[in-house]
């Protein structure tokens, strides 16, 4: 009977809890460069945005790198980085001015692909946390990207793309073209193989198989590299000519500048026997 009142003041009780909760720590966004060049000498900055109530106290800001801290801030203490970035976050960057909030981010020198992977900000409060996760992708772009064409008998024609020294295994594909007329989808890859050299970094290439039924002169084969994640594209092409064309075009050409030598020939010939005379 006399119990109703209670439970009204239990569930206006439970109410006031649960939007406590709602209301405390809660992060905003956090900021994680998507990819960056490996060894680029840049700082790149990660940052944290956070709302608070003004109860929130004992307050504590943690950065995860793949599950380990690598980053804390207790303010107002001065904040510290350990393990993989002990050394290579600047303490003294300031996000903000306010002291509830200051070194909330982290701005890293120079990353490098052992700093790649899924960072995490997590900001505790007495009641609460909250926390989310970026990934970071670190990228060496290749060496050298090559298209040739890699062998022909009278059915078909080859063209292999080469790409050396990428991080991580990039995507190649090939793409034929003529004139305007373009095949946005990828030729088929007939044999491909990569192998990781030492310093992690792969090579990799692709052969696409043509029938000369769809070959024209003057195609342009196109072979287009991509690292994953990255956004990084390169591109490379090569304009084609059948065998035949192309070798009697080398003979050709020697005897086009046979041709160009003997005529500077004769009209020096001509100069000085005119000017003799
Ligand atoms: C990235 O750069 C660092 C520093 O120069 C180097 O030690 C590392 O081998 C590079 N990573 C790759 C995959 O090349
Ligand atoms: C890297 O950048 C810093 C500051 O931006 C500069 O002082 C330093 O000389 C650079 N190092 C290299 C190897 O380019
Ligand atoms: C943090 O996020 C809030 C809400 O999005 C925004 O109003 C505020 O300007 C941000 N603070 C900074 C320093 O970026
Ligand atoms: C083209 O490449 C495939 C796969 O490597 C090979 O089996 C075939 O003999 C090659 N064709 C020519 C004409 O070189």
Not at 87 to 112: C, E, G, Q, W
Not at 181 to 194: A, E, F, I, N, P
Request: proline fraction near 4%; include cysteine.
């Amino acid at each position: 009977m006399n119990n109703k009142p209670l439970k009204v003041l239990f569930i206006i009780v439970a109410i006031l809890y649960a939007l406590n909760t709602t209301e405390s720590v809660q992060i905003n966004y956090i900021k994680v460069p998507q990819a960056v060049k490996n060894d680029s000498n840049i700082s790149v900055i990660m940052d944290c945005n956070y709302s608070l109530r003004p109860d929130d106290t004992d307050l504590v800001i943690k950065w995860y790198l793949n599950e380990n801290m690598v980053y804390q801030w207790i303010p107002p203490k001065a904040p510290q980085s350990f393990g993989a970035l002990k050394n290579k976050v600047d303490l003294k960057y300031k996000a903000t001015d306010d002291p509830k909030s200051v070194h909330r981010a982290m701005k890293i020198f120079n990353p490098t692909n052992d700093i790649a992977g899924e960072y995490k900000c997590s900001v505790y409060s007495f009641t609460d946390e909250d926390y989310f996760i970026k990934n970071m992708h670190v990228f060496v772009p290749e060496k050298t990207l090559e298209i040739f064409k890699s062998g022909h008998d009278e059915r078909t024609v080859n063209f292999t793309c080469l790409a050396t020294e990428t991080f991580p295994k990039p995507n190649l594909l090939m793409f034929k073209s003529y004139k305007d007329h373009y095949h946005r989808k990828g030729l088929s890859t007939v044999q491909w193989d990569v192998s990781k050299h030492n310093s992690g970094r792969f090579t990799t290439y692709i052969v696409s198989s043509l029938n000369r039924e769809y070959l024209q002169d003057g195609s342009i084969i196109r072979c287009e590299l991509r690292i994953p994640d990255t956004g990084y594209v390169k591109m490379r092409s090569i304009l084609y000519y059948s065998e035949v064309d192309k070798d009697s075009g080398s003979t050709n050409r020697s005897q086009f500048f046979n041709v160009i030598i003997k005529i500077i020939f004769l009209l020096i010939v001509n100069f000085v026997f005119c000017n003799f005379m």
